[in-house]
């Protein structure tokens, strides 16, 4: 299965993934885009296809350097025949809307979330 060199978000988690940085809650994309996937793992998240177009944001180096969110994702679920990047990139868009949700609602707290994965680890 060859991996893709570049990984990307849907068009509609885009903008949210900027204005997430611009609202300060992350110094840059590539810390959301990480956090994100981070977070879909720790809920178990199944994610669906993107719908709709998706844009390529990150070279893979660049996001994924120590190949850690490839080693987490790849121990962690069966991708079947997808490429494991592009899991990523499922779990991205799905992480970013959930961040963009709570910060729409004025419940974004990274550390509050930071406890609820390390809860869920636990079961």
């Known amino acids: 299965m060859i991996e893709p060199t ?11 993934l900027k204005a997430l940085c611009q609202d300060g809650y992350f110094a840059q994309m590539a810390d959301v885009y990480r956090f994100a996937v981070a ?13 709709g177009a998706r844009q ?4 893979v180096a660049t996001v994924d350097p120590d190949k850690s969110l490839y080693t987490a994702i790849k121990t962690l679920v069966d991708t079947g025949d997808t490429p494991v990047y592009r899991w990523a990139e499922r779990l ?6 959930e961040l963009s949700r709570r910060s729409d609602e004025g419940t974004l707290d990274i550390g509050q979330i930071l406890k609820e994965a390390e809860r869920l680890s636990e079961n």
């Open 56 to 59: 390529n944001v990150f070279g």
């Open 39 to 51: 977070l879909a793992l720790a809920y178990g998240v199944t994610p669906s296809e993107i719908t």
């Open 92 to 97: 991205a868009d799905w992480g970013v809307i």
């Open 6 to 16: 570049n990984i990307g978000i849907g068009d509609a988690a885009h903008a949210k």
